[in-house]
């Protein structure tokens, strides 16, 4: 059964850093491509970044250059490393996989990341 | 970047009415759409993938269509449980964008 269970988030004030991670079983992370998509409170969907099987990376604009998105095969595990903080990055945070072409097919429960002084 | 316009932003209707939903891309997408369902509280469930390809599990009464710039999601038959927020997602180019969302309720 593929499972995807999130950690990390927290309150962190602006300008820190928080490393989220994506605990996965029943599949191999490596071989898949892996999202992150995140949610402010009340409002809709926002897709944050992807890594395919190969490596390749992308993000959106608005955390390119502050979020970094990496996998560690030994633990099966994904990560969103996120520097320099702002408020308007506080979200529920989902990994997802996909299972057929790039869409999300399995998500994660969310990581709560409050960014606030 | 391709935007994505869903309407409406919110429906009411009757258990058993047939409900639509409408998502416009800024620019052809071809097929690469996907329709997810987000119930409070909840992570999103996907329900359609490649504008028009049913996912496993999901009820046949939802239904996917279009290609290019228009799209539907499709509820034959709205039954209780489908109380959500629906949105779509185009994934044909980055960044990967997301519709802002249709509030499905049950009148």
């Known amino acids: 059964e593929v499972q995807l269970v999130e950690s990390g988030g927290g309150l962190v004030q602006p300008g820190g850093s928080l490393r989220l991670s994506c605990a996965a079983s029943g599949f191999t992370v490596s071989t898949n491509y892996m999202s992150w998509v995140r949610q402010a409170p009340g409002k809709g969907l926002e897709w944050v970044s992807v890594i395919y099987s190969g490596g390749s990376t992308y993000y959106a604009d608005s955390v390119k250059g502050r979020f970094t998105i990496s996998r560690d095969n030994s633990k099966n595990t994904l990560y969103l490393q996120m520097n320099s903080l702002r408020v308007e990055d506080t979200a529920v945070y989902y990994c997802a996989r996909a299972r057929y072409y790039y869409e999300s097919s399995y998500w994660g429960q969310g990581t709560l990341v409050t960014v606030s002084s | 970047d391709i935007q994505m316009t869903q309407s409406p932003s919110t429906l009411s209707a009757s258990v058993g009415d047939r409900v639509t939903i409408t998502c416009r891309a800024s620019?052809?997408?071809?097929?690469?759409l996907a329709w997810y369902q987000q119930k409070p509280g909840k992570a999103p469930n996907l329900l359609i993938y490649k504008a028009s390809s049913l996912e496993s599990g999901v009820p046949s009464r939802f239904s996917g269509s279009g290609s290019g710039t228009e799209f539907t999601l499709t509820i034959s038959s709205l039954q209780p449980d489908d109380s959500a927020t629906y949105y779509c997602q185009q994934y044909n180019s980055y960044p990967r964008t997301f519709g802002q969302g249709t509030k499905v309720e049950i009148k």
């Open positions: 620019q052809s997408i071809s097929s690469w």
